[in-house]
């Protein structure tokens, strides 16, 4: 763990306890902990915060995709899921983040089994569609969702518009599919 000021969450101290043999990284900046997780253990640490009486965190606000492709400063990894919880009880909101790392160039990034995270939907139902969305807009898969499909785009969409590689002009689908107005039906 990193940052003495971030150790002072109760949280991390709980995590770190609880999966001894886990590497994390924590961060706590403008006063919002961060816990940076491996992909393959995200969801048993996500399961061990919602469940554990002194984490208690029983609500997942949001469910977001980053691309940190051109960032100014070096990144673990291109694309990380950031996971919103609450813990209503004591009013204390905790942030986790997984980096995933595509293992093909861009231009096969599609189906890249590496941009696959472990979904929290059994967990927190709140999670569907969120998920759901990161994947739409990112490419990102969540193993074991149970409805992983767009969401925002048509479903033979063929990119994922908010991946920075994406051109913001688009790449000629709006040219490519017919206006439909009322008199069309």
Known sequence: MANTKALEHPTFKRVKAAFPSSKFQAVEYRDQATLIVEPKDLHRVMKFLRDDEECAYNFLSDVAGIDYLGYPSKMPARFAVSYNLCAYSRDDRFFVKVYLEPSVPTEG?????????????????????????????????????????????????????????????????????????????
């Open 109 to 185: 990034i599609e189906n890249d089994p590496a941009l696959v995270v472990d979904s929290v939907c059994d967990l927190w139902s709140s999670a569907e569609w969120s998920e759901r969305e990161v994947f739409d807009m990112f490419g990102i898969r969540f193993a074991n969702h149970p409805d992983l499909r767009r969401i925002l785009m048509w479903e033979d969409y063929p990119a994922h518009p908010l991946r920075k590689d994406y051109p913001l002009r688009g790449r000629g689908e709006r040219e490519s599919y017919r206006v439909v107005d009322r008199t069309s039906s």
